[in-house]
């Protein structure tokens, strides 16, 4: 069984990462939140983007189910379904916000990804163990997401792509990484930012389980080139020549 608490000690060592990283899964019938140690249900309705905060902040387990979550939270988590009339609903609302025209509400309501259908939801933190999870979020910082990224690409590289929908970041980070199996780095958006308290300066990013390990190796290797987080500044008036040539020697 993978070590998450060991991965997760290596990953906050590298980036000096402030909140948990998440485990996030999805379950196929609500009954199966009963099993699993400490977890913290509700009797109300949330944002999802509520919970990962609760999680990565406050080291809880939380389960959700689809009585928990709006109908545009359930959607893309999985916990209800997308109907013809559904779409039309959150189109209609968006035209007063974030869209000039319904058509324009309807072409997001109908591009981004969703989880496959589930009845509930679990998120802890990773170091728990408490599950293995379909997917890891971590928050961070654009240096420390961006070393990260870097420590996937040392080895096996490959050029990474990231999508933006607007407003329901989830569906960029969360649901992208679900069902495509690679990595999806999201800019969390206004719903995020004001009920689940995520910071200017945090953007997130959302990792298949099994790349969490490469990952890891990566930072190790790239720590080992002197290429760490924090980053030093060098500053703009001075001579790069020396700084560059500790790097590049060969040049």
């Known amino acids: 069984m993978t070590n998450w608490a060991e991965l997760t000690q290596q990953l906050e060592r590298f980036l ?3 909140t948990y990283p998440i485990a996030y899964k999805k379950l196929e019938k609500a009954e199966e939140l009963e099993k699993i140690a400490g977890v913290r249900r509700f009797d109300r309705r949330l944002t999802f983007c509520q919970v990962p905060t609760l999680v990565r902040r406050g080291g809880w387990t939380i389960g959700v189910t689809r009585n928990n979550l709006s109908e545009r ?3 893309i988590n999985g916990l209800a379904a997308t109907t013809d009339n559904a779409v039309a609903r959150e ?3 968006f035209t007063t916000t974030w869209f000039s025209t319904l058509e324009d509400a309807r072409k997001q309501m109908t591009t981004y990804p969703l989880v496959p259908p589930g009845e509930a939801l679990v998120l802890a933190p990773l170091a728990s163990g408490k599950f293995d999870p379909d997917v890891v979020l971590i928050y961070g910082n654009p240096a420390q997401l961006m070393l990260l990224m870097n420590a996937l690409q040392f080895r096996d590289y490959e050029r990474f792509q990231f999508h933006f929908i607007g407003e329901g970041a989830c569906a960029d980070g969360l649901a992208q990484c679900y069902t495509s199996g690679k990595p999806a780095l999201a800019i969390p958006c206004l719903g995020e930012r004001r009920f ?6 945090e953007i997130v990013l959302a990792l ?5 390990e490469k990952a890891v190796e990566g930072l190790q290797s790239l720590w080992k080139r002197g290429l760490r ?5 060098f500053g703009p008036e001075n001579d790069p020549s020396s700084a560059l040539s500790r790097v590049y020697p060969r040049r």
């Open 16 to 18: 000096r990462l402030v």
């Open 73 to 75: 939270c359930a959607r």
């Open 208 to 212: 298949p389980p099994g790349m969490i």
């Open 91 to 93: 189109a209609e609302d």
């Open 229 to 233: 987080y924090p980053i030093m500044y």
């Open 196 to 201: 689940g308290g995520v910071t200017d300066e």
